[in-house]
Nanobody, 117 residues
């Protein structure tokens, strides 16, 4: 079992920055691809970013490319999402998810990010 706990959400002004953390326990996170998703009321979960187990490969949604950076510290069993130049449309609940070909998917409980204009 992998337990994921997101933190770092909050209220930020447009143009500001925020760093989200996804801390894992139970298993070694380096064995999992980790993704960030976000969800707003009435909409499905939207992919935001992905990072490979080693951290060597990343991918981003077009809406956040060049503003958000995903990274991981496998020694700390934690994945980060650095959010820069945030916009009101980035307001959402952000979730991290871990997946592996050899295990089921795991999700965190989410952290609220609110961007004021």
């Amino acid at each position: 079992q992998v337990q994921l706990v997101e933190s770092g959400g909050g209220l930020v002004q447009a143009g500001g920055s925020l760093r989200l953390s996804c801390a894992a326990s139970g298993r070694t996170l380096s064995n999992y691809i980790v993704e960030w998703f976000r969800q707003t009321p009435g909409k499905g979960r939207e992919f935001v970013a992905r990072i490979s187990g080693s951290g060597s490969t990343t991918a981003y949604a077009d809406s956040v490319k060049d503003r958000f950076t995903i990274s991981r510290d496998n020694a700390e069993n934690t994945v980060y999402l650095q959010m820069n130049s945030v916009k009101p449309e980035d307001t959402a609940v952000y979730y991290c998810a871990a997946r592996s070909a050899f295990d089921r998917n795991y999700w965190g409980q989410g952290t609220q990010v609110t961007v004021s204009s």
